[in-house]
């Protein structure tokens, strides 16, 4: 059996098959979820309520921000602007993707991170010694009208829903962005000047149930190459953040985002607010659906510490000014890692 399963292109065109995952799934003991030590806590990641970003309270919302970002690197978010029409519809058709057929499916399969709409398995199958519980959907949106006609067209409303919500994301993340810019003591453009024309990635992240959830991650801990990641999950938990030397479970909370940290806005900051460890479990009974917004720089953007906030005297940059597409070549080099990209982006201290 494990041999006609793992000759599928995808988990979820063999999972139901198999009642022990294939070998090349299962980690190392000392590499594996232990999900019985995870904590699972309602209140560890904070929830900031955005209705009052744009009124008269903004700066208590800035502020909860500032704490967030420099605390956690984590925070959920309510009253966001994302109409819950245009995420039910992107859920929805989501999940209408993953249930298509097998050769429907496999259409845009690649295994090749540079393709700009592919549905691939694991993380980087080139790349991966231990493959992961999970197959994907990854597309670039923004501008939507330079990929759009290379997005699935089956649903057929997928193209038509995934442009609504691409849009309304990012115009969600460009507020926190002037948000979190204010936070740092910067002009609230700041961050969104730097990132040259900007760049914004969506994934469709699908884990089947898996017969043996405590062998195997749907992701391992990796941290992002973002400069924030927001995400939508469905009600299926499966989302741990390491903090305090522990893994702790995020509970989804219906109507809301989570937002983190990624290693760009580490490096904007002179590390301040820090890039988080997380990971993606999976489980025995159900399907679970993710889909997080990946916000960028676009590649010819150069980037590092703001420099307002480096002086000599107190705060030397951490990190030295860097193409983006260097950092994004030595990212995607690689399988996923529990080490930062960044600490080949040091400033040298000699």
């Known amino acids: 059996m494990a041999t006609s399963a793992t000759s599928k292109l995808l988990v979820s065109d063999?999972?139901?098959s198999v009642s022990h995952i294939p070998s090349n799934y299962v980690r190392p003991i000392l590499d594996r979820p232990n999900l019985s030590e995870v904590e699972s806590s309602s209140d560890s990641i904070p929830l900031i309520d955005l209705r009052e970003l744009h009124g008269p309270n903004r700066a208590e919302v800035v502020q909860q921000l500032d704490s967030a970002c420099s605390t956690y690197g984590f925070f959920q978010i309510k009253n966001?602007?994302?109409?819950?029409?245009?995420?039910?519809?992107?859920?929805?058709v989501a999940r209408e993707f993953f249930h298509q057929p097998e050769s429907e499916r496999v259409k845009h399969y690649s295994a090749d991170?540079?393709?700009?709409?592919?549905?691939?398995?694991?993380?980087?199958?080139?790349?991966?010694?231990?493959?992961?519980?999970?197959?994907?959907?990854?597309?670039?949106?923004?501008?939507?009208?330079?990929?759009?006609?290379?997005?699935?067209?089956?649903p057929n409303s997928f193209k038509e829903v995934t442009a609504e919500y691409a849009t309304s994301v990012r115009a969600l993340v460009l507020r926190l962005l002037e948000a979190i810019s204010e936070s740092l003591g910067l002009e609230s453009d700041h961050i969104s000047n730097i990132l040259g024309k900007h760049a914004q990635h969506m994934?469709?992240?699908?884990?089947?149930?898996?017969?043996?959830?405590e062998l195997t991650y749907g992701l391992p801990g990796h941290k992002d190459p973002t400069v924030i990641t927001v995400l939508l999950q469905d009600q299926?938990?499966?989302l741990q953040v390491f903090k305090d030397n522990k893994w702790v479970a995020v509970n989804p909370i219906p109507n809301t985002f989570i937002v983190n940290i990624g290693?760009?806005?580490?490096?904007?900051?002179?590390?301040?607010?820090?890039?988080?460890l997380h990971r993606a479990v999976v489980n025995t009974e159900k399907e679970?659906?993710?889909?997080?917004?990946?916000?960028?720089?676009?590649?010819?953007?150069?980037?590092?510490?703001?420099?307002?906030?480096?002086?000599?005297?107190?705060?030397?940059?951490?990190?030295?000014?860097?193409?983006?597409?260097?950092?994004?070549?030595?990212?995607?080099?690689?399988?996923?890692?529990?080490?930062?990209?960044?600490?080949?982006?040091?400033?040298?201290?000699?």
């Open 288 to 350: 679970r659906l993710s889909i997080p917004t990946f916000y960028f720089p676009s590649t010819d953007a150069v980037i590092g510490p703001a420099h307002e906030l480096i002086n000599e005297q107190e705060s030397l940059a951490v990190y030295r000014t860097f193409p983006f597409v260097e950092y994004w070549d030595k990212f995607w080099n690689r399988s996923l890692a529990t080490a930062s990209c960044l600490d080949a982006f040091k400033a040298s201290t000699t």
């Open 80 to 92: 966001h602007g994302v109409p819950d029409t245009t995420v039910d519809k992107m859920l929805t």
């Open 203 to 213: 994934a469709f992240n699908y884990y089947p149930p898996c017969p043996e959830p």
């Open 263 to 276: 290693d760009q806005m580490q490096v904007i900051s002179n590390d301040k607010y820090k890039s988080v």
């Open 113 to 154: 991170p540079t393709k700009t709409t592919r549905v691939s398995t694991s993380f980087n199958i080139g790349a991966d010694k231990i493959l992961n519980w999970r197959d994907f959907l990854r597309l670039h949106c923004f501008p939507i009208e330079d990929f759009i006609e290379e997005w699935p067209s089956s």
């Open 14 to 16: 063999f999972d139901s």
């Open 236 to 238: 299926v938990s499966g």
